[in-house]
C-alpha cells in the first residue's frame, strides 16, 4: 500500500496570492499524488474568503482557518490535527516543489524507524542571480539548504521547516510545534521551532530517525529585500535570540552542539575560500569572507542577549498535544474557528506564517538509499499533554517570576534531560 502524505502549506497574506496558487500546482503535480493538499490561513478573513472561492468543489485542496494564535506553529499545528495521512509535508508559502519531492518522501518512510524527512531547498534571487557577497554558508537566512551538509540521503538533527515531513507518531510522541518560540512576519524574523520539535522527538524517541535527502526539492523566492545585508545581519542576530531559546528548552550541549560544529568547520573554510578568491581577485571574495564574520559575530551577540533575557525568566512558550485526525461531516471545515484559548494548539505568543530554516542541522551518517531493514518503532506512548515552558522572551519588568497559570518544569520532568536542560 503506497503512503499517504498530507501537504499542509500555510498562509498568511494576499501579497502572495501568485506564489500560493503556484505552490498549491506543485504539489497537484507530483509523481507521487498528495493524499490531500491543506491550506491553512492564518487570521486573514479576506485571503480564506478568497482562497474558498478559488478551490470551491476542489476534492484535493481544503482551505482552513488557523485554529490557534497568529503564527505558522500554531498553523502547523492546525494542519497536523485535520489531516489524515500518515504523513505529514510542509510546504513553504511562496516555493514550488519538483515532481519527485514526495516521491522522494514516500522512499524514506520504508524505513519505520525514519520519523522525519528533509529536503533541499534552492533560492530564486529576485534579482535573478545570487549577490556576490551573499556566502553560500549563510543560505539558511533566506530559507535555504546551506554549503556544508553533505550530499544525498543523510540523518541530520534536525529538518529544516519550509521544505520537511513527519510520520504523524512523531506529533503522537512528543506533541505539536511548541508556539510562542517562531517568527512574526512583522517583527525581528525568530525561528527555531521545528529544531525545538526535532530534538524533544528524538529524547521522547532515541531510536527515531531523521533525515534530509537531496532529491526531495523546492524551490523558495527570495524578495529583493532579503538580498540585502541589513536583513541578513538581522536574520543572524535573530537566529541566537532563536538559539538561546532552544538551548535553555533543551540544554546547551543538545542545543548548541551542531553550531559548534558548523561554526569551527564550515565556517573557517568559508572565509578561507573567500580570501583565496579575493587575493584571484574574483568578485565577491573579500565581501563573502567579511559577511561569515559579520554573520557569525550577529548570531553571537544575540545568542548572549537572548541568553540574558531567558536567566532573568520571561514570557513562555506551549508545547501543544495535537489530536490526531477525526471524521469531519461535510462542511464542517468551514466553520469558524474557535477562539485561541479553546484551541488544542492555543498558545502565548505570535509568530507569523513564513517558513525560513532554523541555522544549520547536523549531518550524522550517511544512509543506505533504501534503509536499513529493522523493526518497526511501537507508538506506544501515551499523546503529548501540553507544556508550558518558563522561557520569556521580551525584556521583563523588575521583580517578575513565574507568571500566574505557568509552570516552570526541568529537563527531568519533561524531556529527560540533563540538569538545566529546561528552565
Not at 474558498?52 to 482552513?64: C, E, M, N, P, Y
Not at 504523524?168 to 506533541?175: K, L, Q
Request: net charge neutral.
Amino acid at each position: 500500500m503506497s503512503i499517504r502524505i498530507s501537504v499542509v502549506i500555510c498562509v498568511y497574506t494576499e501579497d502572495r496570492w501568485g506564489d500560493i496558487l503556484a505552490a498549491a500546482a506543485s504539489v497537484r503535480d507530483q509523481l507521487h499524488p498528495a493524499h490531500e493538499i491543506l491550506l491553512v490561513v492564518d487570521h486573514n478573513p479576506a485571503l480564506l474568503t478568497r482562497l474558498r472561492t478559488q478551490f470551491a468543489g476542489a476534492t484535493d485542496i481544503s482551505v482552513l482557518p488557523n485554529a490557534g494564535p497568529r503564527g505558522l506553529s500554531a498553523g502547523r499545528n492546525t494542519g497536523v490535527a485535520e489531516s489524515t495521512g500518515e504523513v505529514i509535508a510542509f510546504l513553504d508559502d511562496d516555493a514550488v516543489a519538483e515532481r519527485e519531492w514526495l516521491l522522494h518522501f514516500a522512499e524514506g518512510y520504508a524505513d519505520p524507524e525514519v520519523m522525519a524527512i528533509g529536503g533541499r531547498t534552492e533560492p530564486v534571487w529576485a534579482s535573478g542571480r545570487r549577490p556576490d557577497w551573499f556566502p553560500r554558508e549563510f543560505d539558511w537566512v533566506v530559507g535555504c539548504t546551506y554549503q556544508g551538509l553533505p550530499p544525498g540521503r543523510t540523518r541530520v538533527r534536525n529538518v529544516l521547516g519550509g521544505n520537511a515531513s513527519f510520520r504523524r507518531e512523531a506529533f503522537e510522541i512528543a506533541g505539536g510545534f511548541a508556539t510562542g518560540i517562531g517568527r512574526d512576519g512583522d517583527k525581528r524574523p525568530l525561528g527555531c521551532e521545528e529544531t525545538e520539535m526535532c530534538i524533544r522527538l528524538t529524547r521522547a524517541c532515541p531510536e527515531a530517525v531523521l533525515l534530509i535527502d537531496d532529491r526531495s526539492v523546492i524551490h523558495h523566492r527570495v524578495p529583493a529585500g532579503r538580498e540585502r545585508f541589513a536583513y541578513f545581519r538581522t536574520r543572524a542576530y535573530a537566529e541566537g535570540l532563536s538559539k538561546a531559546l532552544v538551548a535553555r528548552s533543551v540544554g546547551a550541549q543538545e542545543g548548541l552542539a551542531t553550531e559548534r560544529r558548523y561554526t569551527t568547520r564550515v565556517l573557517p573554510a568559508g572565509v578561507a575560500r573567500g580570501l583565496r578568491d579575493a587575493l584571484l581577485r574574483r568578485p565577491g571574495g573579500a565581501g563573502r569572507a567579511g559577511a561569515i564574520v559579520a554573520g557569525v559575530a550577529a548570531a553571537a551577540g544575540g545568542y548572549l542577549v537572548g541568553t540574558a533575557r531567558t536567566r532573568r525568566s520571561g514570557g513562555s512558550f506551549v508545547i501543544a498535544a495535537v489530536p490526531g485526525p477525526t471524521a469531519v461531516p461535510d462542511g464542517a471545515r468551514d466553520l469558524p474557528s474557535p477562539p485561541p484559548e479553546a484551541s488544542p494548539v492555543a498558545a502565548l505568543a505570535t509568530d507569523r506564517s513564513v517558513v525560513e530554516p532554523v541555522g544549520p542541522v547536523e549531518p550524522v551518517r550517511p544512509v543506505d538509499a533504501h534503509g536499513p531493514a529493522v523493526a518497526p518503532v511501537v507508538a506506544d506512548r501515551p499523546p503529548a499533554e501540553p507544556v508550558r515552558l518558563a522561557v520569556r522572551t521580551e525584556k521583563p519588568v523588575r521583580g517578575d517570576g513565574v507568571l500566574p497559570g505557568e509552570t516552570v518544569l526541568h529537563g527531568k520532568d519533561v524531556l529527560h534531560g540533563g540538569e538545566g536542560a529546561v528552565a
